[in-house]
């Protein structure tokens, strides 16, 4: 069983910083990040291959960055330029990525980020 654990949400103000990080036990996968505001669908927001391959939402290209520490089996998530619509729950998360597509298998408890003035 892998256990994730997640770190670094909090409130923050337009167009502030934020960094998730996630510590995952166990093996090496592909990792990533999904969120969920109130009220609307579970999004994907971007992964990491164990390769360093990675792939984001569109909505937040250009302003958040993921990364990976191989060594630490940890995940980071740096989100610039942040809007309050990037408030929602976070959750890492590890799987697969096969045939194009990232099947996320474990999931971490979530960490909330709310941006507003």
């Known amino acids: 069983q892998v256990q994730l654990v997640e770190s670094g949400g909090g409130l923050v103000q337009p167009g502030g910083s934020l960094r998730l990080s996630c510590a995952a036990s166990g093996s090496i996968f592909t990792m990533g990040w999904y969120r969920q505001a109130p009220g609307k669908e579970r999004e994907l927001v971007a992964f990491?291959?164990?390769?360093?391959?990675?792939n984001y939402a569109d909505s937040v290209k250009g302003r958040f960055t993921i990364s990976r520490d191989n060594a630490k089996n940890t995940v980071y998530l740096q989100m610039n330029s942040l809007k309050p619509e990037d408030t929602a729950l976070y959750h890492c998360n590890a799987g697969y990525y096969l045939g194009g597509r990232y099947s996320p298998k474990y999931w971490g408890q979530g960490t909330q980020v709310t941006v507003s003035s």
């Open positions: 990491i291959t164990s390769g360093g391959a990675t």
